[in-house]
């Protein structure tokens, strides 16, 4: 932990509760955006941003990869919008590039961001 101070909060795997269920989501209005990001290096960093985005409220799924340089956000737009989100992203010390809208449905936590 000492190692990294700023974000070793992060890197401790967590049990997250059903936020759709919390945040009463309802998850076929979701809208899906990918952020451009630039100067994450590593696993921690990935997990740093999507821990922070994910805390946002209205936020449902985040995938990040570190690898691409890519974060694909699932949110309600009615809870949070994408400046909210291109924020969160900036206080993690990484540098939103772009932005661009997606396909809701075909965006999952589980799929491979290219």
Request: aromatic share 8%.
């Amino acid at each position: 932990m000492m190692a990294f101070p700023y974000y070793s909060g992060s890197l401790l795997g967590r049990n997250l509760p059903d936020k759709a269920m919390l945040e009463n989501i309802e998850t076929e209005d979701l809208i899906a955006y990918e952020f451009e990001l630039e100067g994450m290096t590593c696993g921690g960093c990935e997990k740093y941003v999507t821990d922070t985005v994910y805390n946002l409220e209205g936020v449902l799924e985040v995938s990040t990869s570190y690898e691409n340089g890519k974060t694909i956000v699932k949110f309600d737009d009615s809870k949070t919008t994408t400046e909210a989100i291109k924020n969160a992203i900036t206080t993690t010390g990484y540098k939103v590039k772009g932005m661009k809208k997606i396909n809701s449905k075909t965006a999952s936590r589980n799929s491979n961001i290219e």
